[in-house]
């Protein structure tokens, strides 16, 4: 049962233009969310986090966002530039008595940016 | 400042044999992940450690894995009479250990190929 869904394998877009990432999650006992990016023959790269009594956090180029309501998380990268191109994996955690320990990952989506 | 670090970065081995991986984290992080991805999925938990104590243990971690981390420090998989099955890119993952809503740092992955 995969508790976290990225349902796009892939995505192309131009240089520039904004590059959206989605992701869905069934356990609504998620309360903290993580965007890693993935080169090839590398580990995965935090790129940026929320907590579920947020709805929205940025940093530079990248937000995420979250509806609890609708189990859904975003990410967004404005302008999109080469360098982004990568898998970018969505993650998951409950709070464990205070500890969000284990992360549950979707599989993944390639992001191509077109010069 | 050093990042994760695992070795070896690939290891290629015979069905049958044991192979062991090292992980050294991030010097003040005293807690310790490691992760199993395969192709096309992204990452799986399979074990955790705070400081030197085993927390919990996937059950993807079958009797013929085994992991350590004697000194709060480094840490080793051992999987032992390997199986094809057991091909993967094997991560580890480090976090500071002060609470909840923790990021987990990743290494560079150990690669590893059964045949």
């Known amino acids: 049962d995969q508790q976290v869904k990225q349902n796009s394998p892939s995505l192309s877009v131009q240089e520039g233009r904004i590059s959206i990432l989605n992701c869905d999650y069934t356990?609504?006992?998620?309360?903290?969310f993580l965007w890693y990016k993935k080169y090839p023959a590398e580990g995965p790269t935090f790129l940026i986090s929320?907590?579920?009594?947020?709805d929205k956090n940025e940093d530079g180029r990248f937000t995420v966002f979250l509806n609890k309501s609708a189990k859904h998380l975003s990410l967004h990268i404005v302008p999109s530039q080469p360098g982004d191109s990568a898998v970018y994996f969505c993650?998951?955690?409950?709070?464990?008595?205070?500890?969000?320990?284990?992360?549950?990952f979707g599989k993944g989506t390639l992001l191509t940016v077109n010069p | 400042d050093t990042g994760v670090s695992q070795d070896p970065r690939h290891k290629i081995t015979k069905r049958g044999q044991n192979v062991t991986f090292r992980c050294d984290p991030i010097?003040?992080?005293?807690?310790l992940y490691w992760y199993r991805q395969t192709l096309g999925q992204g990452p799986e938990f399979l074990t955790y450690?705070?400081?030197?104590?085993?927390?919990?243990k996937s059950r993807l971690l079958s009797d013929r894995f085994s992991a350590e981390r004697p000194k709060g420090s480094f840490s080793t998989l051992e999987i032992q009479r390997t199986e094809q099955g057991d091909s993967a890119m094997y991560l580890c993952?480090?976090?500071?250990?002060?609470?909840?809503?923790?990021?987990?740092?990743f290494g560079p992955g150990t690669r590893l190929l059964v045949l």
């Open positions: 993952a480090s976090s500071l250990g002060t609470g909840e809503e923790e990021t987990q740092y």
């Open positions: 356990n609504s006992m998620f309360d903290y």
């Open positions: 929320i907590s579920s009594i947020k």
């Open positions: 993650a998951a955690s409950v709070d464990s008595g205070g500890s969000n320990y284990k992360l549950t």
């Open positions: 010097s003040e992080h005293n807690r």
């Open positions: 450690f705070q400081n030197e104590a085993q927390l919990e």
